[in-house]
């Protein structure tokens, strides 16, 4: 393997790792590990054509498994959201078969979301706030970049450029401020649970 793609590699482990201190066993961790894959998967069935609510909600599970998952437990959270949606049509209704083509591209998305948050928060001690703006900004450019792509080469219609632009940046914006102080809440409750 190739040094410096590997040096690439061993940081993206890294970060991928990377999750807060709160203390809990196992089994509590595998919980809640099921608990964000089950709503990252049925909250597209569930919420339908609600794109806010169905947004803001899958965003939150993408960010409290940034916050509190780490390694390979990340994949169904990047990937469950979409294929939920996929495999009933409904976030979309009837243009549900053209999300097929931006499935990697969510994917991608979801991931640049989790990991900025893991490296400006986690990582580089910056204000939570900053890991969700960033993370938020380059979810969003990134999809509606890759949404235009598509749409310009005739493979998705014009809805996309809404669905897959400032729709994304609002709603894991919005996820965050809902997960921050669920987050500052839970460190105060481990900090207290720990010292007591």
């Not at 940034?66 to 169904?76: D, R, V």
């Not at 990697?104 to 979801?110: A, D, E, L, R, S």
């Not at 235009?148 to 080469?153: I, K, V, Y």
């Amino acid at each position: 393997m190739v040094p410096h793609l590997k040096g690439i590699l061993d940081q993206i482990i890294d970060i991928s790792n990377l999750k807060l201190g709160i203390y809990q066993s196992k089994t509590k961790y595998i919980a809640e590990f099921g608990f964000y894959s089950m709503i990252a998967y049925f909250t597209p069935i569930l919420f339908m054509h609600h794109q806010l609510y169905t947004g803001v909600l899958v965003n939150s599970m993408l960010i409290a498994g940034a916050l509190y998952m780490k390694g390979k437990n990340l994949i169904p959270l990047i990937v469950l959201p979409s294929v939920g949606a996929l495999s009933q049509g409904y976030l979309f209704g009837s243009l549900g078969v053209y999300l097929f083509y931006m499935l990697p591209f969510i994917w991608v998305g979801n991931a640049l979301l989790i990991f900025l948050i893991k490296t400006v928060y986690l990582k580089k001690k910056k204000h939570f706030v900053s890991g969700i703006l960033f993370g938020s900004a380059l979810k969003s450019v990134f999809l509606f970049g890759c949404a235009f792509a598509l749409f310009s080469a005739g493979m998705v219609p014009k809805m996309f450029l809404v669905a897959f632009g400032t729709m994304q940046f609002t709603t894991a914006f919005f996820a965050g401020m809902v997960i921050w102080p669920l987050n500052e809440l839970r460190l105060k409750l481990n900090k207290k649970a720990l010292s007591g």
